[in-house]
């Protein structure tokens, strides 16, 4: 496929796979074209072929420039009557001076019908078009020079209405220039404006909307405007508005984007501008590509937009995620920032500035973790040629084995190089200047560094749990701390020199400053607290003293604690911290309790803030580590064994994060939380529980995270209960193998609604849970077919669906999907299932959604909804956006389901018949009823969080019976035809909180007025 882009690739991301829906994921969609006269696409038809497309070409024929001469006589005579041209003719004049110089002036012809324009002027559309074909053009702009002027008339297509190939356009502008298209409505084409290698162009003033692909589409085009245009219901992927491949200059300015399912504005190009555009109503109004999204590729000004993906340039109201440069492959010669996923020998051919990329300053880099040069594969050599690379968050990074750096520099930087559980790596004829960390090991070993330099940062060198490596003919000078090591032994430091460091040449923590299997030789160094460094200055007291402890104690005041060996037969409440700003190390240590299980915890904290405990070991305890009424807790590499109750339990404590834990053999759970809030679980394991235990337990508490962690053999892997466990993400866990559920939910935290961000985790069995999706390890994707025979369709699991496409298309009648209760959970949005011109009745039955962006769409259909419930959050987004919407329906069925939404619960537009029944809905309009009739609304209740219970318009003959509609507006309100005293009926039993129009209330008067 030619211009494909890097970065998020195929427009955003979207895979290129033509040809029809794969079975099982979805419709997956090719969102970049075929160019229009490309080879095997839509090509033009010859100017001779007037069989096929009827030709707009300018009069060259010897009769017509005798019309044209005639028509010019004509005027000059009777000039002084018609000043002016009759429209619907196509006039060539000439206008003559003084001196005879004859000017020639822009011809103008009107568009009946489509074509090829192949000759430059000016083109008024006469009437409105319908294209009937579903591939090609309808106008192809062949010639330069051209103004398309509509007038507000209509370019109509019939589709296609995927994404998939071939392709239809509304208008095609391809390898010309000056190109204009204005107060043109197009809608239902694949694309709606294309413009491929355009050198000039202005789309304006247009109203672009129902198509499905991208509205606008902009390829490998330059100095042009997209400038106050209306852009509405995209249905694909590709977005509003797409920059794609090279691109630049591009003024978009003042467009308003509504409703786009997708994607607003997609950004493959560099060098453009986006200002004052209003985009609401699509799952992402920006999305950008790796390279271009980054800050000084384009320029973002008054936007109003809810989020971005990638793009760093623009900044929204809501989620802003950076663009991320290790999405950026790099291969043997090497000139940005980017990773290396291969081994193979590479060379950075010139200097890098990451400022090119981002003008976010390192330390803020430093917060989203963005390296320029990741090397994440091992047996790899890189030459940097002595080029430099400057201002980034760090320079280097390299996460594989065996890999060799030779003649690199990086300057002013957070970190320069980072070895991170990287093995057998060498460094060599390296410097560093004014980076914060010119270079850090953290858990690597068996290295060689030699012949580098470090200065202006405040660490030089950097060690954390690294060993066996030699360090030789170094200067680390003129740093804060020259070499800083925590944890580290075995390292050989020789032939250098670590002078003129303002605090310590050498620094180790106890362990790495007091043992003898560090060694330094043949070096030069001033001031340092180890005994194995050949500094002239030892200093054994230094300002932060580490206190080492042998034995249980109560901890008193603040500052670092290091356990030193192993504690055994320990008492209850071995190390009670009871002091704030507290570090305790066990330094992999154990803590013991007598040969049967002590009661009390090994490790307790009361009432305390700012404390954190690090690779203690507990065994034979009640409990491994208790926090109670604390805030700000850290507990980090926690390994109780043989706990008589809990492995680590947190009862009232906000703010606190428990990682890298092992629970072995808990008896009631392996981690609980208690009345917690704003909890950081990530990546903990517990197993082979005892009796009744479970492997994590959280009860009331609330705005959680639960990530990476997984447990076998527990009885329950994860649990969830109480009523304040609301708002918490349960994500990417993986329990197994348990005795009765991976995963449980009581009554009141297994509603949909009850945990906002949900998750997908890995496991066999969920009781309750409705919010959350377990997958089976090894399960097959979801299976949506495109439906078009009558059928049952039966879900037998949870699935995940991340296509954002629609799931199920249903086009045959007497079809149900059955979910069984089971959960699917949207991660890109899209429709779980759309009904279209479906005659006899149709059903959704048990099905648990979230995370779609409508879920439920029904077009001329007969359906019904029956036990489902449905979450869909659009927060801060103002347009409607509906959870089930229904138009042109006949027989509408909805019973004992719920919704939860922002926007629209349930939009009935001209449905007839239909009876609503016991169902709870929460939303910013929980039920429009709109230009709807016979509509029977009975046992039905809207929430009191709802902006408005129901809101009819133009809607007559409909019952109400038994409903309570609450809302912080209205329960009720009353427009249009849906007013009058005789249009509805109100049979008794109705409750709203406030009534607004409706004059048929009557019945209910007392508890509706």
């Known amino acids: 496929m030619a211009d494909q882009d890097e970065g998020t690739g195929n427009q955003g991301g979207i895979p290129n796979n033509q040809g029809q829906p794969q079975q099982g994921q979805g419709m997956q969609v090719n969102v970049t074209p075929q160019s229009p006269a490309a080879p095997g696409a839509y090509k033009p038809t010859p100017p001779g072929d007037l069989g096929k ?21 004509v005027l000059v005579l009777i000039g002084s009557i018609f000043l002016f041209v009759l429209p619907g003719y196509s006039i060539t004049t000439t206008t003559t001076s003084i001196a005879t110089t004859t000017v020639q002036t822009i011809s103008a012809s009107y568009l009946s019908s489509c074509g090829v324009i192949n000759t430059p002027g000016m083109y008024y559309l006469s009437n409105s078009i319908l294209y009937t074909q579903t591939s090609g053009a309808c106008i192809n702009v062949t010639a330069s020079g051209v103004l398309i002027t509509c007038n507000g008339l209509a370019i109509t297509g019939s589709g296609p209405f995927t994404g998939t190939g071939p392709f239809s356009y509304g208008i095609v502008a391809y390898n010309n220039a000056n190109f204009t298209v204005t107060g043109c409505t197009i809608s239902n084409f694949s694309y709606g ?135 950026i492959l790099l291969t043997s010669a090497i000139a940005s920032c980017g990773s290396i996923r291969f081994p193979g020998s590479y060379s950075i051919s010139s200097n890098i500035n990451m400022e090119d990329y981002s003008n976010l300053p390192p330390k803020a880099l430093a917060a989203y973790e963005i390296p320029c040069i990741t090397i994440a594969s091992s047996n790899v050599n890189l030459n940097c040629n002595n080029h430099a690379i400057t201002n980034a968050y760090i320079g280097i990074v390299v996460q594989g084995q065996n890999v060799n750096l030779e003649n690199c520099t990086v300057d002013d930087s957070d970190t320069g190089v980072l070895f991170n559980g990287a093995n057998t790596t060498t460094l060599s004829r390296s410097s560093f200047t004014n980076d914060t960390t010119g270079i850090q090991l953290s858990n690597s070993s ?151 299980a002590q009661s009390g915890p090994a490790i307790l904290v009361s009432g305390r803030k700012n404390v954190t405990v690090d690779n203690c070991g507990t065994y034979l305890f009640d409990d491994g580590a208790i926090v109670l009424n604390s805030t700000n807790i850290h507990l980090d590499k926690i390994k109780p064994q043989l706990s008589g109750s809990y492995g680590i339990l947190l009862n009232n404590v906000t ?46 508490t609330s705005n959680s995270r639960i990530l ?18 609301v708002n918490d993400t349960v994500l990417y866990n993986n329990f197994g193998t348990s005795g009765e559920y991976d995963y449980s939910c009581d009554q009141y935290s297994s509603s949909l609604f009850s945990n906002e961000n949900g998750g997908i985790n890995t496991g066999a069995t969920k009781n309750g849970c409705d919010w959350m999706a377990v997958i089976p390890v090894g399960s097959s994707p979801l299976d949506c077919p495109l439906v078009t025979a009558p059928g049952f369709y039966l879900l037998h699991q949870d699935y995940q669906y991340g296509f954002g496409a629609t799931c199920y298309s249903i086009k045959a009648n007497d079809t149900t999907i059955d979910c069984n209760g089971h959960t699917i959970l ?51 987004l103002t347009a409607l956006t509906p959870a089930v919407n229904v138009t042109f329906g006949q027989e509408f069925g909805m ?19 239909g009876d609503i029944e016991n169902n709870n809905v929460t939303g910013g309009i929980a039920y429009y009823l709109d230009k709807s009739d016979s509509i029977q609304l009975t046992d039905t209740t809207s929430s009191p969080g709802s902006g408005i219970g129901v809101y009819a318009v133009n809607s007559v003959n409909n019952v109400f019976m038994n409903n309570i509609f609450d809302g912080i507006s209205y329960g009720l309100f009353c427009a249009g035809s849906a007013k009058s005293s005789i249009n509805n009926s109100d049979t008794g039993g109705n409750y709203c909180s406030a009534n607004n129009g409706c004059a048929w209330i009557d019945s209910s008067l007392l508890t509706c007025h």
């Open 53 to 73: 497309k009827k030709q707009f070409d300018f009069p060259h024929s010897k009769r017509l420039i005798l019309i044209g001469c005639a028509i010019v006589i």
């Open 193 to 327: 404006v294309y413009s491929h290698n355009v050198n000039g162009f202005a789309i304006k003033d247009n109203n672009v909307a129902r198509n499905y692909v991208t509205s606008i589409y902009i390829n490998g085009s330059s100095n042009g405007q997209v400038q106050d245009n209306l852009i509405s219901n995209s249905t694909g992927p590709g977005g509003a508005i797409g920059l794609y491949n090279g691109s630049t200059n591009i003024n978009v300015t003042n467009n308003t984007l509504q409703n786009n399912i997708f994607r607003g504005i997609i950004v493959n190009s560099s060098g453009n501008l986006f200002r004052n555009n209003t985009i609401i109503g699509s799952q992402y109004s920006f999305a950008c590509s790796a390279l271009d999204g980054f800050p000084k590729s384009n320029i973002a000004l008054g936007n109003t937009c809810y989020n971005e993906t990638g793009c760093d340039f623009v900044t929204c109201n809501g989620i802003n995620a950076p663009a991320n440069v290790t999405q």
């Open 446 to 596: 068996a290295g060689a560094i030699s012949n580098i330099t470090e200065q202006g940062g405040i660490y030089g060198m950097y060690f954390q749990n690294t060993g066996t490596t030699s360090i030789s003919n170094f200067s680390i000078d003129l740093n804060t701390y020259g070499i800083y090591m925590i944890d580290s032994l075995g390292n050989l430091f020789s032939k250098g020199s670590a002078i003129g460091n303002s605090k310590f040449d050498v620094f180790g923590d106890p362990l790495s400053a007091n043992n003898s299997a560090n060694l330094m030789s043949g070096s030069t160094c001033n001031i340092t607290n180890t005994q194995w460094a050949t500094c002239k200055i030892y200093i054994q007291n230094v300002s932060f003293i580490t206190y080492p402890l042998s034995a249980c104690t109560n901890i008193k005041r603040s500052g670092l604690y290091n356990m030193t060996h192993d504690i055994l037969n320990a008492q209850n409440d071995c190390m009670n911290v009871q002091a704030n700003n507290v570090t305790l190390n066990c330094e992999g240590y154990n803590i013991t309790g007598p040969s049967i």
């Open 655 to 700: 703010n606190a994060e428990i990682n890298d834990s092992y629970v072995l053999y808990p008896d009631m759970a392996g981690i609980e939380l208690n009345s917690s809030r704003n909890v950081l679980l990530y990546n903990n394991t517990m197993d082979q529980g005892r009796a009744s235990d479970y492997g994590i337990y959280i009860l009331n």
């Open 708 to 725: 990476n962690n997984s447990g076998s053999q527990n009885y329950v892997g994860l649990q969830m209960s109480g009523q304040r466990s």
């Open 826 to 876: 949207a991660t890109s949005g899209g429709a779980f299932v759309a009904f279209n011109n479906i005659g006899t009745s149709s059903s959704l039955v048990g099905c648990n959604l979230k995370g779609f962006t409508t879920p439920v769409v029904a077009i001329n259909s007969s359906i019904s909804l029956v036990n489902d419930t449905i979450y869909e959050n659009h927060t801060n």
């Open 895 to 913: 019973k004992d389901t719920a919704i939860k939404t922002d926007d629209v619960g349930l939009l009935l537009y001209n449905v007839t018949y």
